[in-house]
C-alpha cells in the first residue's frame, strides 16, 4: 500500500489481517458506535476516507428506523442497494465495516478472531 491509499498494491494484493488489526477489529465489533480511542480512530481513519464511487455506505430506509446497506455510485452509476435491513445503528455499522473491509482486503472480518 502507498501512503496516499488504503487499495493493496497489485504487486502484493490483499493480506490477511495481524495481530494488531484483529484485536483493533475486535474492539470495533464490541462497540461499533464508539467512542474510540486514538489508536482505533487511527484504524479506522482510511477505511472512512475511501474515495465515493464504490464506498459502501448506509441509507436510512423511508419511514422506518432502519438502514441498509449501499454502495455509493458517480455521475454514471447510481447508488446500488446491497441490501439488509438493520434496525440496530451498531449492526449496520458493523455491516458497513465488514462490506468495506471485505473489499479492500479479500477478508471477511466476521471470521477474525480477535
Not at 14 to 35: K, S, T, V
Request: hydrophobic share 40%; net charge positive; with cysteine.
Amino acid at each position: 500500500m502507498n501512503a496516499s491509499s488504503t487499495e493493496p498494491s497489485a504487486a502484493t494484493g490483499p493480506r490477511p489481517a495481524d495481530a494488531r488489526e484483529r484485536a483493533l477489529i475486535a474492539r470495533f465489533r464490541r462497540c461499533p458506535m464508539g467512542p474510540y480511542d486514538p489508536e482505533l480512530q487511527a484504524f479506522l481513519l482510511p477505511l472512512r476516507n475511501l474515495l465515493a464511487p464504490g464506498k459502501h455506505a448506509l441509507m436510512r430506509l423511508p419511514r422506518r428506523n432502519a438502514w441498509t446497506l449501499v454502495c455509493l455510485g458517480d455521475r454514471e452509476r447510481p447508488v446500488q442497494r446491497l441490501g439488509g435491513c438493520f434496525t440496530s445503528r451498531a449492526e449496520a455499522e458493523w455491516a458497513v465495516f465488514r462490506a468495506r473491509w471485505l473489499a479492500l482486503r479479500g477478508e471477511d472480518p466476521e471470521a477474525i478472531d480477535g
